[in-house]
């Protein structure tokens, strides 16, 4: 676990953030040093596509910093619905009491799985969460606001948290000498990704941005917004979108699906619910089969 402080602004989180090393990702607790409220932001459920088997060893070490530190957790936010690993938002949610929330589009991206997964009960079901937010849509942490910024590209449904100098913005930038996150989901765009980035990167140069994934040997997650102008790879200031496009684009090519892709989609666009059990106890996953092209 690392830990990032409130700086001296009035209007700043606390941040810890937690490193699942299977799936390189970054999992969050901002808080508000006044009252203690927090929020939990993209947790991860454990899972092991070889076995199809699941724990919590990731969302507990949340919940044992949660405990440790006080901290009255009002909600779980999913940045959008990952391709790469399980949420663990309705397990948390569960444990703390606490209000699940994600972006509204997420709903476009249930028709567009539930035909790929021939479950056409997958679509329609805004009931997973407390909440579905808009762009521009607010809540208050403690004395703190989190104020929603759509953030598509990555996939159509993405939205990033502004939370006082922190943002939270999930797979869109990763660490300055990495670039930036993938635009090739169904649903995805480089276009609009460009767009994204550019709005994040307009935010005050002090800003922390937090990511999503590192992959590296020492991973990291935080970079300043002025870090990103001056060195990000793929965006740095004086880089042009069509640029960008391009970059992006052939990068994209080389990749195949994420090994958990076909399995979590399922999940997450349910909340984090794993499929229901039958009479009998027997819960499955499903695989779309032949509906994607194997590249990289």
Not at 13 to 31: C, H, L, N, R
Not at 44 to 68: M, Q
Not at 144 to 152: A, E, F, G
Request: net charge negative; proline share 5%.
């Amino acid at each position: 676990m690392q830990h990032f402080p409130a700086t001296r602004s009035q209007n700043s989180p606390d941040v810890g953030a937690f490193y699942d090393k299977a799936t390189g990702s970054w999992q969050y607790v901002a808080s508000d040093p006044a009252t203690g409220q927090a929020a939990i932001i993209d947790p991860v459920l454990n899972f092991d596509p070889a076995a199809g088997a699941t724990w919590t060893a990731c969302a507990d070490e949340i919940l044992s910093y949660v405990a440790e530190k006080g901290l009255e957790v009002a909600w779980v936010l999913d940045t959008h619905p990952h391709a790469d690993h399980f949420s663990a938002a309705h397990y948390l949610a569960q444990k703390l009491g606490a209000r699940q929330g994600i972006g509204q589009r997420v709903l476009e991206v249930q028709r567009i799985w539930a035909d790929l997964y021939a479950q056409d009960d997958l679509q329609n079901r805004p009931d997973y969460w407390d909440r579905l937010f808009d762009d521009g849509d607010s809540i208050a942490l403690g004395e703190l606001q989190v104020r929603v910024i759509l953030s598509t590209g990555h996939t159509l449904a993405s939205v990033s948290y502004l939370v006082g100098d922190a943002v939270f913005a999930h797979d869109t930038l990763m660490m300055p000498e990495s670039g930036s996150a993938r635009a090739d989901f169904p649903g995805g765009s480089t276009e609009e990704l460009w767009h994204t980035i550019r709005t994040i990167l307009d935010l005050s140069v002090e800003t922390r941005v937090f990511i999503g994934h590192d992959y590296g040997e020492a991973p990291a997650c935080m970079a300043a917004v002025a870090e990103h102008r001056a060195t990000n790879k793929h965006v740095k200031d004086g880089i042009t979108k069509s640029e960008f496009i391009e970059t992006r684009e052939a990068r994209d090519a080389t990749l195949g699906l994420p090994d958990r892709m076909l399995h979590a989609l399922q999940v997450n666009l349910r909340g984090g619910r794993l499929p229901e059990a039958d009479a009998q106890g027997r819960a499955v996953l499903r695989v779309p089969l032949n509906r994607f092209t194997p590249k990289g």
